[in-house]
């Protein structure tokens, strides 16, 4: 295990996750609630993510073989979650302002979509597995991924934290648009994790 190496999986976990596209997705999915009912969701996610990826890093493919799933299965069980959030951002929300209504205070997105599939998505588990694979046999590069996966998690949850500024500053108006063009977005987005899976299932070239 390199420093070359160390650097290699920071970018490609930063790339993959993605904190600072995150933020705006984070606020369509907490409007109306509180600041610290926004803290809450946001460190759940996080602290449930974290513990979703480190599984899968330890236990590698073997957890998936042993329930009878492969990788490309759960990209498309991924895409196909991430699509219902789709439309529901598209939707839902619109009707709902349209009647007068406010969103469900109950409302608890944090484990689904936001620790998984947006924060621990399909992608930043196989990335896990890769790096963990290629840290070597010995704890020591283990413990080195886990460490930069900890100080992920650690810079997303302050990104979401900053969302409230972010949605200050952008304004009501400006939050409804970006809330239907990041529903598109991750329309297009979940119908890609759909293919991905297809194609590594070998059924399509």
Do not use: N
């Not at 449930?48 to 042993?66: K, N, Q, R, V």
């Amino acid at each position: 295990m390199t420093t070359a190496f160390l650097i290699t999986a920071f970018a490609t976990l930063f790339v993959v996750i993605d904190p600072p596209g995150l933020v705006p997705l984070f606020i369509a999915l907490t409007q109306g609630m509180d600041a610290e009912h926004r803290r809450h969701m946001a460190r759940r996610a996080c602290i449930i993510a974290f513990i979703l990826l480190t599984l899968f890093g330890l236990l590698g493919e073997a957890l998936l073989g042993f329930i009878g799933i492969s990788m490309p299965a759960f990209r498309i069980a991924g895409g196909i979650l991430l699509f219902l959030t789709a439309l529901d951002m598209l939707f839902e929300r619109r009707t709902q302002r349209r009647e007068g209504q406010q969103a469900d205070p109950d409302h608890d997105p944090s484990v689904f979509p936001l620790a998984t599939p947006l924060i621990a998505g399909p992608g930043a588990i196989a990335t896990m597995i890769l790096l963990v694979g290629k840290s070597g046999d010995g704890w020591l590069g283990t413990a080195a991924v886990l460490g930069l996966l900890a100080g992920m998690i650690l810079a997303t949850y302050l990104f979401l934290l900053a969302s409230p500024y972010l949605e200050r500053l952008l304004g009501r108006t400006g939050t409804i648009v970006i809330t239907r063009l990041l529903g598109m977005l991750l329309a297009a987005l979940s119908v890609q994790f759909v293919i991905d899976g297809v194609k590594g299932t070998g059924l399509i070239g």
